[in-house]
């Protein structure tokens, strides 16, 4: 492997590197002219389920944008399609439960996953990867079991969590109930993702920030750290939530060798929060790639210095790509993030934690 | 002015009462059966521009619920649409403005407000109401001009405000004109309503959650303080947002004699950062109401911990009462407010920050 290709891992485990690699959310996908001429073919979920189309998309963004890491194209929602749950993912809105959960029967409905049986296309296209990839590293991920139980509860997105807050407060069994068998899924299908040879997962936590800290130590956190302690060890877990800012000690105390981090805090807070003995990942607003050249890269700048050259800093942006984000936007930040970091480390300017 | 009347003011002022005073965002309107009545009648628009029907929605949570102040019933979009916006209240949706803001014409198109001319109907619902609530305070509001702007630029509600962002980045010169015009408007209008009788304005930037700390900084917080030093000094004025977690200390340098806090902090947390020579309003989950009576006590008994007898807090929730909320739910959080932080006070309970 590289020095380039080991950026990503090396952050992961907080080793120094060359430079800040950098990914993003959702590189695959939406933005990408050749992904939507792809898209002109086939549905979203018809893309998951060919391995040599979904290992396409998941390479378009390394040739395109030159990022450090791939990540495998998906939907959070395949374990439990895989798993015979009803659901649409419907464009624009994304996904619909036909009989969202509403009591005891429904949660006995949901089933143990068997990866190997029931989602064989995303292992298949991990495989396929890997004798592509290169050394450029293949992330892994799953939903958090919030964030599932908070589709299967409101039946699509929703923009206040009512439904889900409302059963979790008055069936704290069922919610038990519900929790773990989603934790179990994730498990199961993580550990499949890293056997089929994924070298990073992320746990995509996305709407936990619609807690309050003391509901997501009680209703959350247990789970999560199930989770992250079952699947950690083998291979850097990368722990992301959104609006996470006052959520970030405790996202952290459940586990993850690297915390994703939103644009709502400046980095070096978060990073303060979360504690010097992880990784970071994130935080600029992805919205800023809408912004003008000059604008982006002052907005990265400011990111790349609150991480002070550290080792364990991964760029990306605080949530997904945007797809109305201008390809070469994309392009132009990923040389911006690599030279600029690759600069201040050649400069000689001190990164903190590194004895000299 | 009999002492319980006077708990909201006092405590605006961080002046010591009988009890913590409580009131609900939202809490005339949607969740109450009479208010439903009236709305078999009226659209809400329709309501807001006939002031004895406006008064009487107004007073229903007053009579229903007990709570300490009432708010006028009013839309965030009342001052657009009495200057001649063109848009809609769509039931389940929010407000839709049919021409977006888009460039420099659709700013130059805002014209002032001239209250007594442009929205009559409010001030006469005002003046109206101060004759029928007695000793009751009666609270103003306006949205702040972020919050204002996301709607006319985005054109509807947003998940993201990625077309607001993209235009705040893009043309600063514009933003700058079309936040100083909204400004001006803010001001304008809650002048305007505190010479017609309200004894407190609260300023809704419910959306500015969704900026960056450095965002808010420079595309946000300049406007803010011209509105909350133009409007203080004569009433208490409420600063309001949600997601703010991370903003409060410059919406409290902003400006505001209570600073409003969501459920995604502790209040003892966000009352550190805003600082104790302020007060602090919340910050209980709307959803928590949803939730069996012992939970939802037991929740706000942590916020009245939280708060720790200090004078100065207000007890609301982080945002507004859901549709879906029981009444008799909201009566009872009335109650249990009342009886626990009196009883809490008669028990001795050291309140922090008064010399005993």
């Known amino acids: 492997m590289t020095e380039s290709a080991g950026r990503f891992l090396r952050a992961c485990r907080r080793q120094d590197a060359d430079a800040t690699p950098v990914w993003f959310m959702r590189q695959a996908g939406r933005s990408l002219p050749e992904y939507r001429a792809i898209r002109e073919q086939y549905s979203l979920l018809e893309i998951c389920r060919r391995p040599e189309v979904c290992a396409e998309v998941t390479l378009q963004p390394i040739r395109r944008l030159g990022v450090d890491a791939a990540i495998l194209f998906a939907d ?9 749950v009803d659901l649409d993912l419907v464009e624009n809105v994304g996904p619909v439960i036909r009989h969202p959960i509403r009591a005891a029967a429904d949660i006995a409905a ?88 994924v070298q990073a997962v992320q746990l995509f936590d996305s709407w936990v920030g619609a807690l309050s800290p003391r509901d997501y130590a009680r209703y959350v956190l247990p789970y999560s750290r199930h989770i992250l302690s079952a699947v950690g060890g083998n291979v850097p877990v990368i722990h992301f939530g959104t609006n996470s800012a006052t959520l970030l000690d405790q996202m952290a105390a459940a586990g993850g060798d690297v915390i994703g981090v ?18 970071v990942q994130g935080n600029l607003d992805p919205c800023v790639l809408l912004a003008p050249p ?13 991480a002070a050259g550290r080792p364990g800093h991964i760029f990306n942006l605080g949530h997904g790509v945007h797809p109305e984000t201008p390809v070469d936007h ?27």
Not at 340 to 346: D, E, L, M, N, V
């Open 330 to 356: 994309l392009a132009r930040l990923v040389e911006f993030v690599h030279t600029y970091s690759a600069g201040r480390r050649a400069a000689g300017a001190a990164p903190v934690g590194v004895a000299r």
């Open 262 to 279: 939103d644009w709502r805090i400046p980095l070096d807070a978060a990073w303060e929060r979360v504690g010097t003995d992880r990784a």
């Open 76 to 84: 959070i929602m395949i374990p439990l399609i895989g798993t015979g």
């Open 110 to 197: 949901l089933r143990a996953i068997e990866p190997e049986q029931d989602v064989p296309y995303v292992l298949d296209t991990i495989r396929l990867l890997r004798g592509e990839l290169g050394g450029t590293p293949l992330i892994g991920f799953a939903g958090a079991p919030f964030t599932l139980a908070a589709y299967l509860v409101e039946g699509k997105p929703s923009r206040d969590f009512i439904r889900v807050k409302g059963f979790m407060y008055r069936e704290p069994d069922l919610w038990h109930d519900l929790m773990t068998r989603l934790s179990d899924m994730v498990v199961a299908y993580l550990q499949a993702q890293i056997a089929a040879g």
């Open 294 to 306: 000059a604008v982006i890269e002052e907005q990265a700048r400011d990111v790349l210095e609150r």
